[in-house]
C-alpha cells in the first residue's frame, strides 16, 4: 500500500470513527507505532484498530478486495500471526480494511482474532493451491479477501473465494460491532 493510499485509509477510517462518536488519535502523527494505527475513546471504552487499505479505483490490481498482509511469508515459514506479532504494549483490537476509490469506500471491520483466523485461513488455503505449472507457490503472496462481490475472481478457484467472503461479510460496513463487543475499559484491567 502506497503511503497516499495508507493516508486515505486511515483518514477515511477516522471520519467514520468520528461520525459514530469515537474521539480518535492517529498513533502514526509522529512516528510509526507497531501493530496499531488509531486509539478511538468512547464514553469509557478504548479501542485500537490496524487499518490497511486498497486502492479501488477501476484499473488497479484487485481493486474491491482487502490485504490482511503484503506477504504471508513469515506466517507460513515462521508461524508469525499477521497481527499484534511485534513486541509493543499497544495490541490492535480491531482490524479496519478499506478499499477506497473517488467517491466510494467499504470497510472491513473483524476483531483481530476473527481477521487473524480468516488471514490464517485465506493463506494456508492458497499456498496450497499449484502454480499454474504445477509448482510448489511462493510463500510471497498477498493474502487477499474480496469486501464487494465485484471482488471475487472468477475461474477454479471461485468457490474458496465465495466462501471467504462470505465469512467476511458480516463485518463489511459494519461500525456497529465497535460498540458490541466488550473493548478495555480506560484505567481498567
Given amino acids: 500500500m502506497s503511503n497516499i493510499t495508507k493516508a486515505i485509509c486511515e483518514s477515511l477510517t477516522v471520519v467514520e470513527l468520528l461520525r459514530r462518536g469515537w474521539h480518535v488519535v492517529n498513533l502514526n502523527a509522529v512516528n510509526n507505532t507497531p501493530n496499531a494505527d488509531l486509539i478511538a475513546i ?80 485465506i493463506a494456508s488455503w492458497w499456498y496450497q493451491v499449484p502454480t499454474v505449472d504445477g509448482r510448489l507457490r511462493s510463500p510471497n503472496f498477498a493474502a487477499l479477501v474480496a469486501i464487494r462481490e465485484e471482488g471475487i475472481i472468477g475461474g477454479q478457484w471461485r468457490c474458496a473465494r465465495e466462501a471467504h467472503f462470505r465469512k467476511a461479510a458480516p463485518y463489511i460496513d459494519n461500525w456497529g460491532i465497535l460498540d458490541d463487543v466488550q473493548t478495555s475499559a480506560i484505567g481498567g484491567t
Fill in 42 to 121: 468512547k464514553a469509557s471504552s478504548r479501542i485500537t484498530l490496524q487499518v490497511k487499505g486498497t486502492d479501488g479505483r477501476a484499473g488497479q490490481p484487485f481493486p474491491h478486495t482487502v490485504s490482511f498482509a503484503r506477504s504471508c511469508e513469515k506466517f507460513l515459514t515462521q508461524q508469525t500471526p499477521f497481527f499484534n506479532s511485534k513486541q509493543s504494549p499497544v495490541q490492535a483490537d480491531f482490524f479496519v480494511g478499506v478499499t477506497q476509490a473517488p467517491g466510494t469506500q467499504s470497510f472491513l471491520i473483524m476483531p483481530i482474532s476473527a481477521a487473524e483466523s480468516l488471514a490464517r485461513e
